[in-house]
């Protein structure tokens, strides 16, 4: 059954030019790692009227900060181990100082799960 990592994080209108330069490799990254798909998306209709909580309460967004929803597919949870387990060598192979450099967004307001699919379509 395949498997989905979920994240929605606040990021800063004016840093979204560099966070989608950041998510570009980041995807890139995770499929050559073997993920079998990787998407973001920044918030536009966040404010429809049946919501219960809105995605900007979920991350406390502040005035000028867009919200991003991603996720990454992949064949069961497993599978994400090992992907995720390779990228995080890869993505500190060269740098291993680079987990404590500064990120475009706040990561202590990202919101992340990993989630069996109930259902597709």
Same mark, same amino acid.
């Given at each position: 059954?395949?498997? #989905? %990592?979920?994240?929605?994080?606040?990021?800063?209108?004016?840093?979204?030019?560099?966070?989608? +330069?950041?998510?570009?490799?980041?995807?890139?990254?995770?499929? +050559? /790692?073997?993920?079998? &798909?990787?998407?973001?998306?920044?918030? &536009?209709?966040?404010?429809?009227?049946?919501?219960?909580?809105? @995605?900007?309460?979920?991350?406390?967004?502040?005035?000028?900060?867009?919200?991003? @929803?991603?996720? #990454? #597919? @992949?064949?069961?949870?497993?599978?994400?181990?090992?992907? /995720?387990?390779? #990228?995080?060598?890869?993505? *500190?192979? &060269? &740098?291993?100082?680079?987990?404590?450099?500064?990120?475009?967004? %706040?990561?202590?307001?990202?919101?992340?799960?990993? *989630?069996?699919?109930?259902?597709?379509?």
């Amino acid at each position: 059954m395949r498997y #989905v %990592d979920g994240y929605v994080l606040p990021v800063p209108k004016r840093e979204l030019a560099t966070y989608r +330069k950041m998510a570009t490799s980041a995807g890139k990254l995770w499929r +050559k /790692n073997g993920a079998l &798909d990787y998407f973001e998306g920044v918030g &536009d209709d966040l404010s429809p009227a049946f919501a219960g909580i809105r @995605f900007p309460k979920t991350v406390k967004a502040k005035p000028g900060e867009a919200v991003v @929803f991603s996720f #990454v #597919v @992949f064949k069961s949870r497993a599978h994400r181990d090992r992907v /995720n387990a390779k #990228v995080m060598k890869e993505m *500190f192979a &060269d &740098d291993p100082s680079a987990k404590d450099k500064p990120m475009p967004f %706040d990561i202590k307001r990202m919101a992340y799960g990993g *989630f069996k699919l109930l259902a597709e379509g």
